[in-house]
T-cell receptor, first 114, second 112 residues
Framework: EAGVTQSPTHLIKTRGQQVTLRCSPI?????VYWYQQALGLGLQFLLW???????NRGNFPPRFSGRQFPNYSSELNVNALELEDSALYLC?????????????FGPGTRLTVT | DAKTTQPPSMDCAEGRAANLPCNHS???????VYWYRQIHSQGPQYIIH???NNETNEMASLIITEDRKSSTLILPHATLRDTAVYYC?????????????FGTGTRLKVLA
């Protein structure tokens, strides 16, 4: 069974640019979660999508946005990049996003903003 | 959201049991305890979770105290590949609140 996949693996952007990160969940999983892990810091919850709808949002500005497609894959968009957006962006998926369903994480996309 | 407290680092000899404690004194009745680990900037890996009872799987055992205010993750025979940051997370099961809140975790170093 294929795990959660993310693309690209690495990305370098300049301040002010926009970036799109992609995530494909495990087959059968309908929920996708996005997390940010800045260097030396813990994982911060960004967004949760389930059945195409945004269900919950972390404490991030509106320039962080995303969407979930009918096949349950997801995109994370970051506009007007700032230097502090440099981080590992992790995507996780779970089945139906309910109760005790564990989340399975992808390998992440490392974004560097210069 | 309940917060967790973990020691920042621990060492364990290879082949010995690694016991990683977690304090979650403000946990509420509908919150599960989850354990994940992250090996050097890879995506976190699910280990185990529980609500009230002790749990065991092929990776580890989870011991939850009767008052649910603390728990211990046990890796029965630690190997060098178990060196990682281990996160203890409590997560509510109420609709709309399924996000994980990661703390700083415990950096476990398994020594040869």
């Amino acid at each position: 069974e294929a795990g959660v996949t993310q693309s690209p693996t690495h990305l370098i952007k300049t301040r002010g640019q926009q970036v799109t990160l992609r995530c494909s969940p495990i087959s059968g999983h309908t929920s996708v979660y996005w997390y940010q892990q800045a260097l030396g810091l813990g994982l911060q919850f960004l967004l949760w999508y389930d059945e195409g709808e945004e269900r919950n949002r972390g404490n991030f500005p509106p320039r962080f946005s995303g969407r979930q497609f009918p096949n349950y894959s997801s995109e994370l968009n970051v506009n007007a990049l700032e230097l502090e957006d440099s981080a590992l962006y992790l995507c996780a998926s779970s089945f139906m996003g309910q109760g005790a369903d564990e989340q399975y994480f992808g390998p992440g996309t490392r974004l560097t903003v210069t | 959201d309940a917060k967790t407290t973990q020691p920042p680092s621990m060492d364990c000899a290879e082949g010995r049991a690694a016991n990683l404690p977690c304090n979650h004194s403000t946990i509420s009745g509908n919150e599960y305890v989850y354990w994940y680990r992250q090996i050097h900037s890879q995506g976190p890996q699910y280990i185990i979770h529980g609500l009230k009872n002790n749990e065991t799987n092929e990776m580890a055992s989870l011991i939850i105290t009767e008052d649910r205010k603390s728990s211990t993750l046990i890796l029965p025979h630690a190997t060098l590949r178990d060196t990682a940051v281990y996160y203890c997370i409590v997560r509510p099961t109420l609709a709309g609140t399924y996000k994980y809140i990661f703390g700083t975790g415990t950096r476990l170093k398994v020594l040869a």
